[in-house]
Nanobody, 122 residues
Framework: QVQLVESGGGLVQAGGSLRLSCVAS????????MAWFRQAPGKEREFVAG????????HYADSVKGRFAISRDNARNMVYLQMNSLKPEYAAVYYC???????????????WGQGTQVTVSS
């Protein structure tokens, strides 16, 4: 089992950048595919980006391709989401998630963090 804790959210102006971080507990972090999801008020939670256990494969939602970058540091049990050129519609609670399945945009993730709020002002 793995526990996830996100950080790095906050208020940013449109066009700005934020870097989200997620730290995972446990000694088998490098056996988990990791992902970021987001959920805006009144909307369903949606996949944002995912990365394989080795970091060699990543997937992105079409809406964030070219703007967001997911990365991981297995030595530190960390996964990151660099978000650039933020838009107001990107405002949401962002969640870190983990699974031992192969990473895709539709993979079922088994472990979730509590989320971190991202607010983008226009």
């Amino acid at each position: 089992q793995v526990q996830l804790v996100e950080s790095g959210g906050g208020l940013v102006q449109a066009g700005g950048s934020l870097r989200l971080s997620c730290v995972a507990s446990g000694r088998t972090f490098n056996s988990y595919s990791m992902a970021w999801f987001r959920q805006a008020p009144g909307k369903e939670r949606e996949f944002v980006a995912g990365i394989s256990w080795s970091g060699g494969t990543s997937h992105y939602a079409d809406s964030v391709k070219g703007r967001f970058a997911i990365s991981r540091d297995n030595a530190r049990n960390m996964v990151y989401l660099q978000m650039n050129s933020l838009k107001p519609e990107y405002a949401a609670v962002y969640y870190c998630a983990a699974t031992k399945r192969w990473v895709t945009s539709t993979t079922r993730y088994d472990y979730w963090g509590q989320g971190t709020q991202v607010t983008v002002s226009s």
